[in-house]
């Protein structure tokens, strides 16, 4: 690896190889730093049974899309990385795997990137690590007795993982959801500590709930087009599951099936799992939020006036009575924490966070010259952090990449130190 590189992009997964391919496309100088190797998210940090939520279909990116079979069916995770693998293999990108970056910072007019305890400098850098670094466990995990064995959803491969009694599962975003049901379908005793994370149905009036939404335009809506941006961008997913072909997940329904849900996780003391009391509303505001989005769909139907099936609206299998608000710790054998990540940028030695931490950027571009992100969840649209919409956020990035080395040649300098431009041939590729 060269001492020196145009534009130094970070993290090897869909966005990286996506902004690769957008700068290969214009002869940029550059090369991809990924820390382990491509497809690493998706093979080593997914449980065994795991699948897309989002339909084959949506799974595009720059000069690649799915060609299978099935498009309106789910990937497994396998099936993931070797979507990655052949689309990295479709364009030859320069990754250099095994480079991990520890540290930022910004030099003059360069970046320097220190890689694997070497130095390397860039004109420009895009940092497509995403946002889920760290595992996010609460302290209240410290509290949990000796015996039971804790690990986070990111660890959870498959029930046979776990030891042998019930197992508590905390958080019901779609990681949470669809591991409860992994560890139910397989005949484990589960307990399962309810959030206030929506719902969507998986199919509705004859057609996947994504497709409506899709041709609808609900995926094509900038995080501006909502009343308070950073409010959306720490939402949680809807949770339904793509197995087996894809279905609804109905916590109702585990419940008839002996599966135990609480009330969010309040604390554990003297041996005692302490639960909250919201339970009802929790499940009813999922519930509200699914049957929102029909009447979106409904209202879309009849406005076009298109011919869709009617489709009866759902009913709740069953209602909590007296909420649980404890569970005996001796009982429980594992947990399973499903309750999210933190951000790391720790190694970012450049001042583009807010006041929370979160990188603060219009639709990826930082208030620091040369430097950008991609990836981030709700960077621009719902399908940023996505197959859905990565290369749209990749394209409009290359773009302020492209312009601002113009603007550089046209004001006669190179990027590092003042050098005449025509000792860097490689620049023809801005105009």
Same mark, same amino acid.
């Given at each position: 690896?060269?001492?020196?590189?145009?534009?130094?992009?970070?993290?090897?997964?869909?966005?990286?190889?996506?902004?690769?391919?957008y700068?290969?496309?214009?002869?940029?100088?550059?090369?991809?730093?990924?820390?382990?190797?491509?497809?690493?998210?998706?093979?080593?940090?997914?449980?065994?049974?795991?699948?897309?939520?989002?339909?084959?279909?949506?799974?595009?990116?720059?000069?690649?899309?799915?060609?299978?079979?099935?498009?309106?069916?789910?990937?497994?995770?396998?099936?993931?990385?070797t979507?990655?693998?052949?689309?990295?293999?479709?364009?030859?990108?320069?990754?250099?795997?095994?480079?991990?970056?520890?540290?930022?910072?910004?030099?003059?007019?360069?970046?320097?990137?220190?890689?694997?305890?070497?130095?390397?400098?860039?004109?420009?850098?895009?940092?497509?690590?995403?946002?889920?670094?760290?595992?996010?466990?609460?302290r209240?995990a410290?509290r949990?007795?000796?015996?039971?064995?804790?690990?986070?959803?990111?660890?959870?491969?498959?029930?046979?993982?776990?030891?042998?009694?019930?197992?508590?599962?905390?958080?019901?975003?779609?990681?949470?959801?669809q591991?409860?049901?992994?560890?139910?379908?397989?005949?484990?005793?589960?307990?399962?500590?309810?959030?206030?994370?929506?719902?969507?149905?998986?199919?509705?009036?004859?057609?996947?709930?994504?497709?409506?939404?899709?041709?609808?335009?609900?995926?094509?809506?900038?995080?501006?087009?909502? !009343?308070?941006?950073?409010?959306? @961008? &720490? %939402?949680?997913?809807?949770?339904? +599951?793509?197995?087996? $072909? /894809?279905?609804?997940?109905?916590?109702?329904?585990?419940?008839?099936e !002996?599966?135990s849900?609480?009330? @969010? &996780? %309040?604390?554990?003391?003297?041996? +005692?799992?302490?639960? $909250? /009391?919201?339970?009802?509303?929790?499940?009813?505001?999922?519930?509200?939020?699914?049957?929102?989005?029909?009447?979106?769909?409904?209202?879309?139907?009849?406005?076009?006036?298109?011919?869709?099936?009617?489709?009866?609206?759902?009913?709740?299998?069953?209602?909590?009575?007296?909420?649980?608000?404890?569970?005996?710790a001796?009982?429980?054998?594992?947990?399973?924490?499903?309750?999210?990540?933190?951000?790391?940028?720790?190694?970012?030695?450049?001042?583009?966070?807010?006041?929370?931490?979160?990188?603060?950027?219009?639709?990826?571009?930082?208030?620091?010259?040369?430097?950008?992100?991609?990836?981030?969840?709700?960077?621009?649209?719902?399908?940023?952090?996505?197959?859905?919409?990565?290369?749209?956020?990749?394209?409009?990035l290359?773009?302020?990449?492209?312009?601002?080395?113009?603007?550089?040649?046209?004001?006669?300098?190179?990027?590092?130190?003042?050098?005449?431009?025509?000792?860097?041939?490689?620049?023809?590729?801005a105009?």
């Open positions: 690896m060269s001492a020196h590189v145009g534009v130094a992009v970070i993290g090897g997964g869909q966005a990286g190889l996506s902004m690769s391919w700068l290969r496309q214009r002869g940029a100088d550059h090369v991809v730093l990924e820390r382990d190797r491509v497809g690493h998210e998706w093979r080593d940090r997914r449980w065994d049974s795991f699948c897309l939520v989002t339909p084959n279909w949506q799974c595009r990116l720059p000069g690649y899309a799915y060609s299978g079979d099935d498009p309106d069916g789910f990937m497994a995770g396998a099936e993931v990385v979507f990655l693998e052949k689309y990295a293999a479709s364009f030859d990108p320069p990754v250099r795997e095994g480079a991990e970056v520890s540290r930022l910072r910004r030099t003059g007019k360069a970046f320097e990137l220190v890689v694997n305890g070497e130095v390397l400098t860039a004109d420009q850098v895009v940092i497509a690590t995403g946002g889920y670094h760290r595992p996010a466990i609460p209240v410290e949990l007795p000796a015996h039971i064995v804790q690990v986070h959803s990111s660890q959870y491969r498959n029930p046979r993982q776990l030891p042998e009694g019930d197992v508590l599962v905390v958080g019901t975003g779609q990681s949470g959801c591991i409860a049901e992994d560890l139910h379908l397989s005949g484990r005793r589960v307990h399962l500590a309810v959030g206030s994370a929506p719902r969507a149905a998986r199919r509705y009036r004859g057609r996947d709930t994504l497709a409506w939404l899709d041709e609808m335009g609900h995926y094509d809506r900038s995080v501006h087009e909502f !009343g308070d941006a950073d409010e959306v @961008r &720490l %939402r949680a997913n809807h949770y339904m +599951t793509g197995r087996d $072909g /894809g279905r609804d997940i109905d916590l109702r329904r585990f419940a008839t !002996g599966m849900l609480y009330g @969010r &996780l %309040r604390g554990v003391e003297s041996g +005692t799992i302490a639960f $909250g /009391g919201d339970l009802a509303r929790n499940l009813d505001h999922a519930d509200a939020v699914a049957e929102g989005i029909k009447d979106a769909i409904d209202a879309y139907i009849e406005r076009e006036r298109i011919p869709a099936p009617v489709e009866k609206r759902y009913e709740p299998v069953w209602t909590p009575g007296v909420p649980r608000t404890s569970l005996d001796g009982a429980i054998g594992s947990v399973v924490w499903a309750t999210g990540f933190h951000r790391d940028h720790r190694w970012i030695e450049v001042p583009v966070f807010d006041g929370r931490g979160f990188p603060a950027h219009d639709r990826g571009v930082t208030s620091c010259p040369g430097l950008y992100f991609l990836g981030l969840p709700w960077q621009h649209t719902w399908g940023s952090g996505r197959f859905a919409g990565v290369a749209r956020d990749a394209e409009h290359c773009a302020q990449i492209t312009r601002a080395r113009l603007m550089q040649v046209t004001e006669g300098v190179s990027w590092l130190a003042g050098t005449p431009t025509e000792t860097y041939p490689d620049l023809e590729w105009a």
